[in-house]
């Protein structure tokens, strides 16, 4: 029985509903047939008072004057030719005398004149003791023996004051039924017509509720491990409480969403600020003994007496030396504050300084930069930074391909300086985007990759934000640096 | 209650209207009618159960066929039973009437024969005994003592006087003889009295047996003819005496001409007749027999 209750939804409310509806149709139309019988019955008593009357008044007459043809012609006339179809259609009509006899009969042949009503069965005996009953009886006498298959009515025939006998009434049982199946069989036919109009509007109905109600479940199912995708915003546009859930659904996505992304952004800027401090670190210990190498290194060329093998030794170890002091100082970016601010001479200087490599690899450049005579921003950090993204993008872009450089105010906002530089190079995979300002982290052949690294370091140290991502078919880096003190609000 | 009791009633009404003979009430009314008739009025014909007469088209037609041959308006007047027949007549109501012989004989003194019809070309017909069809038991009316019996009229000869005729020459007492009988003013309803059940035997005229046997085949089968009675003269047209020569011979005329016209012929066809003859009182010789029998002639 339980799995009777796990089912869908789905199911559960187009089975629940098409039950109820069948059961509500099923107790309607019993009530209907009980009633239907009931007045049937009735409808057959007061037929039969009526027409016991009509016929009690004629009758009266042939009694007195012993006109046995008349009375067979009068009790004769109600009585179809066929046998009787409807149940108020009276099966035989008796004339009993004061004596309980016949006097006559519409069916001579089963209920013959002059016979005992006694003689004519069980029914006809039961009937004329009910007829011999002390004054008080209440006519329309109706008679419903157990185990026949007849219905009585009797009425008094009287003349004046006096009585001359007795008029019955008699209706076959057997037709009832056929006559209620017939109407049951009715009632039936419309109430499966009326299930076959309701119970595919009510799987419709149903199929519609439970299907949010579905997709709900199925999407809240993955939650744990991963953050749902909020719910598509034409599948129930109501407000009642279920629309209700589902928005308080789709808010909750967005904040997981949100959350989520921001957890990634803190994990990375952790990592890279761990990696810079440890850089760091290894570049103060690795510089210490370095002087002290070069000064020896320098020391021992000064001298003259140096066998020329040994001096070509000499210039190897301190080329070598130099290569570690450049790779540290690169790894250990130090921000000097510096006085002078960028003005459009330092774009200038950078379209310049970049001109030779984008005409060699035949990149179309669209430089485009908002740029006041001056800003607030230290211009040899500024230039570094543009000159590091945009040969990047110049590498990174396709032979004959495009870059572009977009500089101004984010959002026209005074404190904030926005870079965008764009190439359409291979898009970054998201291994790479995860990575990107880590150094050595190269994504091309011949790249050392302190390139991104460098450039997140400054950044960085000057309070600004750095991030990169595919858009459009291009790789984007995105910079927006403060100018002033107050911070820039990410993108 | 009122068994045995049916043979009374009948000789008490006749009574009674013996009684209205005797006053002087219908004489005023000759005078009217005759009148009425002298001066080209309505012709009155009065027709009974002597035929099927309960067929209103085929009156209707014969009505206007009368009028048309006559060049008189003519009216039929139908009554359910003989004696309210017989009493028009007597009280000139009546010019002329279609009766069965046994009245004819007892309204001798006030009519006159006018025209027998041939049936099966002769002027006679029979009474016939007749049972539900499927009783094959009985022989003759004595089978059927004690039964329920249904005679036609208390003034029919072939629905009651001859069944009775022949229960007392067979010995017995037609009041005590069966258990129960009753009339059904008609001889059709006598067979359908027998055909339903609720009589067991009836007496009916051979003629209207006949004919329902082809008019009303379904109707016919459901009785069978246990016996055949001797010949009887057919039932008369008669006039009442007060009509004039002149419209005797008229009406006479107008009957044994039937058969010399199509539409008479017609007429004649769908009445189950051959024609008509003038017919002589001694036809009914033999229903006078049976009367003095009954002690009424």
């Known amino acids: ?491 | 209650m009122t068994q045995n009791t049916s043979g009374l009633l009948p000789k008490r009404n006749r009574r009674r209207w013996l009684i209205a003979d005797g006053c002087l009430v219908a004489t005023a009314l000759i005078g009217l009618s005759r009148k009425s008739l002298a001066t080209g009025g309505k012709v009155r014909v009065g027709m009974t159960p002597a035929f099927l007469h309960d067929q209103h088209s085929l009156l209707d037609e014969w009505r206007a066929f009368m009028a048309a041959s006559l060049r008189r308006p003519v009216e039929f007047i139908q009554r359910d039973s003989y004696r309210e027949t017989m009493d028009l007549l007597r009280l000139e109501k009546l010019d002329f009437a279609w009766i069965c012989d046994y009245p004819y004989l007892h309204l001798k003194q006030e009519v006159r024969l006018l025209a027998v019809p041939l049936y099966q070309g002769r002027p006679h017909y029979r009474s016939y005994l007749i049972v539900r069809s499927d009783n094959t038991q009985t022989r003759s009316i004595t089978d059927l003592a004690g039964g329920v019996f249904a005679y036609a009229d208390p003034y029919s000869n072939t629905g009651y006087l001859a069944p009775r005729y022949e229960i007392r020459q067979a010995g017995h007492d037609p009041k005590t003889f069966f258990r129960k009988t009753f009339f059904t003013w008609s001889h059709r309803k006598v067979v359908e009295a027998v055909a339903s059940g609720l009589a067991q035997g009836g007496a009916v005229d051979s003629y209207i047996w006949d004919t329902l046997a082809i008019v009303e085949p379904a109707l016919g089968a459901r009785t069978r003819v246990v016996s055949r009675s001797p010949e009887y003269g057919f039932p008369p047209f008669v006039s009442h005496r007060s009509v004039s020569a002149a419209e005797f011979q008229m009406m006479q005329r107008h009957l044994l001409d039937m058969t010399k016209t199509d539409a008479g012929r017609r007429l004649l066809a769908r009445l189950h007749l051959d024609g008509f003859t003038i017919g002589s009182p001694a036809l009914y010789e033999g229903v006078a027999q049976m009367m003095r029998a009954f002690g009424e002639a």
């Open chain 1, 1 to 491: 029985m339980r799995w009777l209750f796990n089912l869908s939804f789905r199911h559960k409310i187009p089975l629940w509903t098409s039950f109820l509806i069948g059961f509500s149709i099923f107790v309607v139309g019993a009530a209907v047939m009980a009633h239907a019988y009931e007045d049937m019955k009735d409808a057959v008593v007061i037929s039969a008072e009526n027409l016991g009357h009509t016929l009690a008044n004629t009758v009266a007459p042939t009694l007195l004057h012993d006109d046995v043809w008349r009375a067979f012609e009068i009790v004769r006339s109600p009585i179809r030719a066929e046998s009787a179809r409807t149940p108020i259609e009276v099966d035989a009509v008796v004339v009993l005398t004061q004596e309980h006899k016949v006097f006559v009969s519409s069916h001579p042949d089963t209920l013959p004149m002059l016979t005992e009503a006694s003689a004519l069965g069980p029914d006809w005996a039961r009937l004329s003791e009910y007829l011999s009953a002390p004054a008080g009886t209440k006519w329309p006498l109706v008679l419903e023996p157990d185990q026949s298959s007849y219905l009585y009515v009797a009425l008094p025939i009287t003349d004046k004051d006096a009585q001359l006998g007795h008029l019955v009434l008699r209706y076959a049982k057997s037709v009832f039924h056929p006559w209620f199946i017939d109407t049951l069989r009715q009632g039936l036919w419309l109430g499966v017509l009326v299930l076959a109009v309701l119970i595919p509007i009510n799987w419709y109905w149903g199929g519609r509720m439970a299907a949010p109600l579905v997709d709900l479940a199925r999407r809240m199912g993955t939650m744990p491990q991963t953050v749902p995708q909020p719910l598509p915003p034409d599948l129930y546009p109501y407000d009642d409480e279920l629309g209700q859930l589902f928005h308080a659904y789709d808010r909750m996505v967005l904040a997981l969403r949100d959350k989520a992304a921001l957890e990634n952004e803190m994990v990375k800027s952790e990592r890279l600020a761990a990696i810079g401090q440890l850089t760091a670190g290894i570049a103060h210990e690795i510089n210490n003994p370095l002087a002290g190498l070069m000064t020896v290194v320098d020391t021992l060329r000064l001298r003259h007496d140096l066998d020329p093998r040994v001096l070509r030794n000499l210039e190897l170890i301190d080329r070598g030396l130099m290569q570690i002091r450049d790779t540290v100082a690169a790894l250990l970016v130090q921000t000097r504050a510096q006085a002078r601010p960028l003005n459009q001479h330092d774009l200038e200087d950078i379209h310049t300084l970049i001109q030779p490599q984008v005409n060699k690899r035949r990149i179309r450049l669209d430089w485009s930069a908002a740029m006041p005579t001056e800003l607030p921003a230290p211009a040899s950090l500024v230039r570094q930074i543009l000159i590091n993204l945009l040969l990047n993008a110049v590498q990174a872009a396709a032979e004959g391909g495009h870059v572009s450089l977009w500089l101004g105010r984010k959002d026209d906002a005074d404190s904030c300086l926005s870079i965008v530089v764009r190439n359409d190079g291979t898009l970054l995979s998201d291994e790479q985007l995860a990575h990107l300002f880590e150094p050595f982290a190269s994504t091309r052949a011949g790249g050392h990759g302190l390139g991104l690294w460098v450039t997140y370091q400054i950044v960085t140290q000057l309070d600004g934000r750095i991030s990169a991502r595919n858009i459009d078919g291009e790789v984007e880096f995105v910079v927006n640096l403060p100018l002033g003190d107050t911070s820039c609000t990410t993108a």
